[in-house]
């Protein structure tokens, strides 16, 4: 069945240094690429999407490239911060497509080290 | 304007008890959907419910069901539960279909069954 692999499970790196999360996809018809930030306590919120017809987007210290042919998409954050600490799904799904069932990867932990 | 809400936050159950969880939407939105959460599992997608039907449905064992009121608010219920249904329950919700962009998450009601 469909499935999305993301990689690495937790991620700590130094405060002001770059973070980087990878996930793959295996659905073709996937073509609308969110990735959602959990903070403690509380409901994934989304912090940028991207769409297959894009290969790269940004939004200040947050982007996120998309390779359509090798099925990869990527989140970086640029110098990190200590808010940026939480857990970071990709998640993959057909847009405007009822019969899409959205697939969520394994979540990333990401630690910042002050 | 008030976001999400899931009721109750936490509950502790037995091995084969029933229970069922309520979620209210952002005033407006006729989506609802329902997803598992667990560690090393990520999310995963339960249901969705749009204008009171079911729109869409994950692989998961019909102990797992679902409804959506008028009001577009959504209960979902778990029959004789099994200790691996222990989890974060989320619902998210949207103006439109799960499939037509941000999903708007609650704060989760955590289950645990003993």
């Known amino acids: 069945g469909e499935n999305v692999e993301q990689h690495p499970s937790t991620l700590s790196v130094q405060e002001g240094d770059s973070a980087v999360i990878k996930c793959t996809y295996s659905?073709?018809?996937?073509?609308?690429f969110p990735w959602y930030k959990q903070e403690l306590g509380k409901g994934p919120q989304l912090i940028i999407d991207i769409r297959s017809n894009v290969g790269e987007k940004k939004d200040q210290r947050i982007a996120v490239t998309l390779n359509k042919t090798a099925k990869h998409f990527s989140l970086h954050i640029t110098e990190t911060q200590p808010e940026d600490s939480a857990v970071y799904f990709c998640a993959a799904t057909g847009l405007y497509s009822s019969a899409s069932k959205i697939i969520f990867g394994s979540g990333t932990r990401l630690s910042i080290r002050p | 304007k008030a976001g999400v809400t899931q009721t109750p936050r936490y509950l502790i159950k037995t091995r084969g008890q029933q229970v069922t969880l309520s979620c209210s939407p952002i005033s407006g939105h006729r989506s609802v959907s329902w997803y598992q959460q667990t560690p090393g599992q990520g999310l995963q997608f339960l249901f969705e419910y749009f204008s009171e039907t079911q729109r869409n449905k994950g692989n998961f064992p019909g102990r797992f069901s679902g409804r959506q009121f008028s009001n577009s608010r959504s209960e979902m219920n778990v029959s004789t539960l099994e200790l691996g249904d222990s989890a974060l329950y989320l619902c998210?919700?949207?103006?439109?279909?799960?499939?037509?962009?941000?999903?708007?998450f609650g704060e989760g009601s955590r289950l645990t069954v003993l």
């Open positions: 659905d073709s018809a996937s073509n609308y």
């Open positions: 998210a919700s949207s103006f439109g279909g799960a499939d037509t962009g941000e999903l708007f």
